[in-house]
């Protein structure tokens, strides 16, 4: 009987790694999606502020007692940029005073200033940025509702905090009784 036999000498490692597989040109399975998010208002966490489709700017301050002055100014350069030639700027310059003194008076360590225009109206709100302890926002101060350009004006409280706003016409028409004298009216009337 004779068997063949092959002589394969010892086991010995080879001396060079073995070769790995190359790696797969498609995944295996598809990745799997991602839960989607709740958008934030439905989570509990209310919305910012939003102004779009027009022509907006916030100014940030420490509400110390020269806030209302320096609101006044940097609102007055930022709306001479808007060209309202018409408006009054000694109501302006009052509105955002007497507006930015209420929510200093109001408590917060910060004050924003939050301007906007849109149709020849410009709006302008300052925020006291202090949300927790306060219910209602106080009135807003006489001197700026007794305004002759200010449309509108109110406060309320909301998750940002207590706010007083105050929409003045950037473009007023004459009183009566001076466009009939031919005072204060446009040429041609």
């Not at 060079?16 to 190359?22: A, G, H, N, Y």
């Not at 027009?54 to 709306?79: E, I, M, N, P, T």
């Not at 006291?128 to 306060?134: D, E, S």
Request: charge should be positive; hydrophobic fraction near 45%.
């Amino acid at each position: 009987m004779s068997e063949v036999v092959e002589a394969r000498g010892p086991k010995v490692p080879p001396s060079f790694p073995p070769k790995s597989p190359p790696p797969q040109k498609k995944s295996v399975e598809p990745p799997r999606p991602q839960p989607a998010t709740k958008p934030k208002s439905l989570t509990g966490v209310p919305p910012r502020l939003v102004v779009a489709g027009r022509r907006a700017r916030v100014l940030a301050l420490r509400a110390d007692r020269w806030a209302a002055k320096k609101a006044a100014a940097q609102a007055a350069l930022a709306v001479a940029e808007w060209d309202y030639p018409l408006l009054d700027e000694h109501d302006f310059l009052k509105t955002v005073h007497g507006l930015v003194d209420a929510a200093v008076a109001a408590g917060g360590k910060r004050v924003s200033v939050h301007l906007a225009d849109q149709d020849d109206k410009i709006l302008v709100m300052a925020l006291n940025h202090q949300a927790a302890g306060q219910d209602v926002a106080g009135a807003v101060p006489a001197e700026v509702a007794v305004l002759r350009t200010v449309d509108a004006c109110g406060a309320h409280t909301d998750h940002d905090g207590q706010a007083w706003w105050a929409l003045l016409d950037a473009r007023p028409r004459p009183k009566k009784g001076l466009a009939k004298q031919g005072i204060g009216a446009p040429p041609g009337l």
